[in-house]
């Protein structure tokens, strides 16, 4: 499938067994996943969110995964929010990954190989014991740009970059990125039914502001940015 776009779409599932809320396999050529909301909600099972496997674009037209909820409920079993499995030029932006799991294997925001990732003004949010990012290999030319990201986890290790990092400045150290990124506690509206959008405090705060984008100039709801 070339071109694939799949856009402002609301999938939910309350199994208790495999979940795959959306799998784009071998989707080439500027492959478009925005404006979705993802909910697991079965508090059981293996659950992966978005998952992105041997996507292939180009430096004038990479795939964009934005403004995207992934919500995964998944009690002890493995969860990943987004799985980015050997992609090339893919644009990570505005997404909120939030994962409830009790397993030391689950990860927010999960990037394995692939090239040319631009990864900025995502939440990736773990209240289990998992990590918030893990990228598998480290090294340079898998992940190009990281900034203007959120990563908390209360698990032993925030991210996996070479080997396991335990807080922001420990991954800053490993990727020489991520300088305005940040690690704080997020008030969701409600993120047992899969409402991500910012609540309480969080609403007005300006450290959750992000940057500009020029690929992304609206939000889920359509509101300018």
């Known amino acids: 499938q070339d071109g694939l776009i799949y856009r402002n779409n609301v999938v939910t599932s309350y199994g208790t067994y495999y ?6 396999y071998y989707c080439d050529n500027g492959t478009q996943i925005t404006g979705n909301k993802f909910s697991a909600l079965g508090n059981a099972g293996t659950k992966y969110g978005i998952m992105m ?29 987004i799985y980015a499995y050997r992609n090339t030029y893919l644009d990570l ?4 990954f939030y994962l409830n799991s009790n397993s030391t294997s689950s990860r927010a925001l999960y990037t394995y190989y692939g090239y040319n990732y631009q990864v900025t003004n995502n939440i990736a949010y773990h209240v289990g014991r998992g990590y918030a990012w893990y990228q598998y290999p480290g090294g340079s030319g898998y ?4 900034d203007y990201n959120l ?23 490993a990727n020489g990125m991520d300088a305005n990124s940040i690690d704080k506690a997020v008030n969701f509206v409600d993120e047992t039914t899969g409402d991500l959008h910012l609540g309480g405090g969080s609403e007005d ?16 709801d359509k509101d300018t940015r």
């Open 93 to 96: 932006m505005f997404n909120t």
């Open 53 to 81: 496997y041997y996507n292939d674009a180009t430096s004038s037209n990479p795939s964009l995964v934005a403004n995207n909820f992934v919500t995964l409920l998944s009690g002890g079993s493995t969860a990943y929010g």
């Open 143 to 146: 992940i190009t740009n990281s």
């Open 205 to 220: 705060d300006p450290d959750l502001y992000g940057n500009h984008e020029t690929r992304v100039t609206d939000d889920i």
């Open 19 to 24: 979940n795959y809320m959306l799998y784009a």
């Open 151 to 173: 990563f908390t986890t209360n698990g032993n290790y925030l991210a996996y970059w070479g080997s396991n990092r335990t807080d922001l400045a420990a991954l800053r150290a």
